[in-house]
């Protein structure tokens, strides 16, 4: 018996560590380990001439290319095509690509792109005042000042109430706070810039004076966040991904952190019959486009974090693609931000209420923090804090803070 089992490799590392187990020299560890590693790259459409080439180009590297019949048969002019190979196949698609005419050296230069902007594992986030390295799963504390957010509406409208949860998060172990002032859960409808700053104000700056961990205004309303901000409020998380220009120049002026969330319509009918063509393709899509355009309106790109919007505009199904597949948005090369908590699809799944839905949403934590998220909003931070610290030991995340 030769004890043959087949290894499990989600990381570079893992190949790495399994081809210098088998004994293979130092030099010849960088080339094997290009052999080892298999991905599967998609691109949208392509010309006919340029998915053509590219199909020789990948199965003279190597690999192959999935596409469809409409390119054999002249009957499309755009088509999708499916890149899969080894790195090392990649490595020779992407030169060879180069010296090709028409497209082929932009799909070159993105495929390069998304590559390696899958493999980045860790980031910097520069706060004002406070750079905070992502190099395991942060954990961000839910605080809504409202009386009508769907999991703790009502719970903290009293400004003292509201700064003593905010203070007891920071010491149940959360990274950054998220304070927030209006609901946008489904159905609800907008609040008035005025009715949202009185609520926020009070909050914001108590805990940007006590606090030693960043805060961030969850908010849509350019002003809001202004104000937020000068009053010492490190981030904006904006659940409209940055689409009002003003918003766009404020968070560039500030030069902080922002969260670009996809929203598919608005709070108020977003959850009538979402639809999407591919889930994860349509927002990977809408989100690449919201940082683009952020830095060109004047954002620093590394300040930006993107967020697929779970249950804003999304069925079940789409949820649950969303988190099974959320390892794919590593492709942007930006930290992840996730919300599961509480929400409705981890009640239809399991078919409780919303006081009832912590270990499905622990559940949804694991599973994201599994895929590469950098962050995930939570509203009960000291289990999930918990939770995520065994899932980063087991994904070896993090590994200089256990003990020997
Ligand atoms: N979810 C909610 C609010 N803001 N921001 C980001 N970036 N991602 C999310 O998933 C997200 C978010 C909804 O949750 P909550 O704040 O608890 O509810 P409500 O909108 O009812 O206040």
Redesign the pocket.
Known sequence: MFNAHVLEIAREADLQEGIERVGVHARGRPILSRKGLFRAVKLQDVGFREATIAKQEMLGAGGDAATPKGLIDFSRKTVDVLLMGTTLHFKRFISKMRSQPFQCEAIASEVEAVLSNYERRSFIINFPGKAVEVDRTLVMG?L?V?PD?????GQYLRPEDAVRRGEQMMQEGADLLDV?AE???PGSDPLSPHEEWRRLEPVLKALVDKLEIPVSV?TYKPETAAKALDMGASMV?D?TGLRDEEMMRIVAKFDVPA?I?HMQGDPKTMQQSPQYEEVVADILRFLRGRVEAAVKGGADEEKLIV?P???FGKTLKHNLDLLRRLGEFRSLGRPI???P?RKSFIGMVLDLEVEERLEGSIAAAVVAASRGASIV?V?DVKETVRALRIADAILARHEGTLPP
């Open positions: 839910v809504n409202t957010s769907f999991s703790d509406g927030g609901s946008t859960k969850d998380n659940v969260v969330m967020d919007g779970l249950g931000l996730v919300g908590s909003r509203h």
